[in-house]
């Protein structure tokens, strides 16, 4: 686990200010979209829609993400990437190409999610302003501004101090809606009645159509279930469960049943039913509630996309970023400074863009709907070959989720003339930037291993051949991607400087298909003969390499040498890549997009914690074609 020095209790205070944001402030604006779309308030679709409500929350939040879902967790990471790992573990090889693809469009469609979740949340609160005083409606939009740009510039100080900050505020949140929802309820409990299954189905049989355009409304109560399991890592599916279902669960419920009530009794209050179940003397005090209460919400996905990223990178997915670890206790926990960047500028853009929640929620969904579709997707091999359940067994517990899932997809596909093409142009350009880098590093390495000779073969030449190089004092350390292939940087520095250090360390890090690597096997030291060793050091995929660690972990297993690092070199090749220009403009495209993408990569010395004052840079030129074999040269 990432937090082992942390009780149930403390992880669950902080879940609720981090991970419960999202999903527990969708009551702003669900029942007032739902009602919009049926068409209007009577019995029938007030009925219908809360029982669709209800009923949507408890099968797919609550059975498909917090009871099952999280049981496919790595080492306590949660997230689609995550998913995609343990479906490939096990599966044919044929099928690990197609699962890739499968996680990566799932991880880019979740970006897209990210950039409309703060703004919408926001937004519906700070219009709250306008049933204070007519005169604070145009306020809304740089108040929401303001609210907006505070939250991403706080995110450098970590969600564990986010935790603690807004765990307060997300209980009295949740109380409210619990105490919001009872004082209606009290009133009106005949609408109690709504809990049962049957006024959903009536409802869908009776108007198919109106129904189908609902569930798109409806969706907007699950939105927040993804960022559940993407932020499990953040603090474990224990507490998370925990204050789902002890809190959070019965504290939504209540409110949505109580928002029903009221529309019920006055319908003109379907106009912001959520606002209008306070009493007047609370309006104030409500707003400024649900201000804070949105921001937290914007926390859930913020730091869902801060851990998928850092998996990425790790996976091979995107080039080297900045990822700066925020706990010393908790290793899930990070934060990616241009994640961040791009995160408030779109989130800018889109509340300029848009201008208020109803046209957000337009946009709203389509991305989310399509991340639990695909998670469903995994959920079903890794139950078929990672628990070996039966096909049967497989079909008939996830066959019902993943029909859920196609019916809130297609009724969010509606949406992409209104809206819904912002999320799906944005996650395509980040499957695309995703699935380019990845493509392109493998044929990179492939160029590495047939342009650079063995290392065993280089090192044999020049240790026993006539041409020894000169042997200076100090250590030399050559990090590679490659393991068993020469370092570019050691070419260079023997083509210009015709030199070799007393020790010479070649080192490489290989990511292992779990979250983190500890013991003493996460390092193995190879002797290569004459002061020359070779280290392979072993990291999971939420790690960030860190190689003078690595070096003092290897200590006492090089003889008669100790970390120094007055007395050590980092030597880096700093290779630009030249997109040689593929036949078709798709692969000419995508060249220069690789190439784009490697000059941009975050500074090795930085990425790998090195001293800069010790390291050496020998650059190089390497000529990259993506062209793939079918097409003409």
């Excluded at 308030?41 to 009923?55: A, D, E, P, R």
């Excluded at 809304?140 to 807004?166: D, N």
């Amino acid at each position: 686990m990432s937090h082992p020095k942390q009780g149930t209790s403390a992880l669950a205070f902080g879940a609720i200010g981090v991970v419960f944001g999202d999903i527990g402030t969708s009551p702003l604006y669900t029942l007032r979209e739902c009602l919009k779309a049926a068409g209007g308030v009577s019995q029938t679709n007030v009925f219908g829609v809360v029982s669709l409500i209800l009923w949507s929350i408890l099968v797919v939040v609550t059975f498909k993400y917090v009871c099952f879902v999280m049981r496919a967790d790595s080492g306590g990471e949660g997230g689609i990437l995550t998913l995609a790992t343990l479906s490939s573990r096990a599966a044919p090889r044929h099928l690990r190409s197609v699962l890739l693809v499968v996680g990566v469009f799932g991880a880019a469609m979740f970006y897209g999610d990210s950039m409309i979740t703060p703004a919408v949340s926001v937004v519906s609160a700070v219009e709250g302003l306008s049933l204070v005083s007519r005169s604070l409606t145009h306020w809304i939009v740089p108040v929401s501004l303001a609210i907006l740009i505070c939250l991403f510039a706080i995110q450098r100080f970590g969600t564990g101090l986010v935790g603690k900050l807004f765990a307060p505020v997300m209980v009295t949140w949740f109380l409210i809606l619990a105490a919001l929802g009872v004082l209606h309820v009290v009133q009106h409990p005949t609408v109690l009645e709504a809990a049962l299954p049957s006024y959903a189905f009536n409802f869908v049989a009776d108007n198919p159509k109106t129904a189908f355009v609902v569930l798109g409304s409806v969706f907007l109560a699950l939105t927040g279930g993804e960022a559940l399991y993407a932020d499990m890592g953040h603090f474990g599916k224990k507490p998370i469960r925990l204050v789902w279902l002890a809190l959070v669960l019965p504290s939504l419920v209540i409110n949505y049943f109580g928002q029903a009530a009221l529309v019920l009794s006055e319908p003109s209050a379907a106009q912001q039913p959520f606002f209008m179940s306070a009493p007047g003397w609370a309006l104030i005090p409500l707003v400024a509630l649900a201000a804070g209460a949105t921001v937290i919400a914007s926390q859930a996905v913020i730091s869902g996309a801060f851990s998928m990223t850092n998996q990425a990178v790790q996976l091979g997915l995107l080039p080297r970023l900045s990822v700066v670890h925020t706990s010393t206790q908790a290793l899930g926990q990070v934060f990616v400074p241009f994640v961040n960047r791009s995160l408030c500028l779109a989130v800018i853009l889109l509340v300029l863009l848009f201008r208020s929640s109803g046209s957000l929620a337009s946009a709203y969904g389509i991305a989310v709907a399509s991340t639990m579709l695909l998670t469903t997707v995994l959920m079903f091999v890794i139950a078929r070959t990672s628990w070996c359940w039966s096909r049967r067994k497989a079909l008939g517990i996830i066959g019902p989720l993943a029909m859920v899932d196609v019916l809130f997809v297609s009724s969010n596909a509606r949406k992409v003339v209104e809206g819904g093409w912002f999320p799906l142009l944005a996650g395509t350009v980040l499957f695309t930037v995703l699935m380019t880098w990845h493509h392109g590093r493998a044929i990179l390495i492939a160029h590495i291993k047939k342009e650079n000779p063995p290392l065993r073969v280089v090192l044999r030449s020049l240790l026993h051949g006539s041409d020894r190089p000169t042997r200076v004092e100090g250590t030399a350390v050559f990090p590679t991607s490659v393991v068993g292939v020469t370092p570019t940087a050691f070419m260079h520095n023997l083509k210009h400087n015709r030199v070799l250090h007393d020790t010479n360390i070649f080192i490489a890090g290989t990511t292992e298909a779990m979250p983190f690597v500890d013991g003493p096997d996460k390092a193995i030291v190879e002797s290569l003969g004459r002061g020359c060793f070779g280290v392979r050091v072993r990291h999971g995929w939420m790690e960030v390499p860190d190689l003078p660690a690595a070096l003092r972990l290897v200590e006492g297993r090089i003889p008669c040498w100790h970390y120094d690092v007055a007395d050590t070199s980092f030597f880096l090749a700093r290779d630009s890549i030249r997109a040689q220009g593929g036949t078709s403009v798709v692969t000419s495209c995508r060249e220069k997009l690789f190439a784009f993408l490697a000059r941009n990569t975050a500074h090795a010395a930085e990425y790998y914690s090195l001293p800069a004052s010790r390291v050496v840079e020998l650059g190089g030129q390497i000529n990259l074609s993506l062209r793939k074999a079918s097409e003409p040269r």
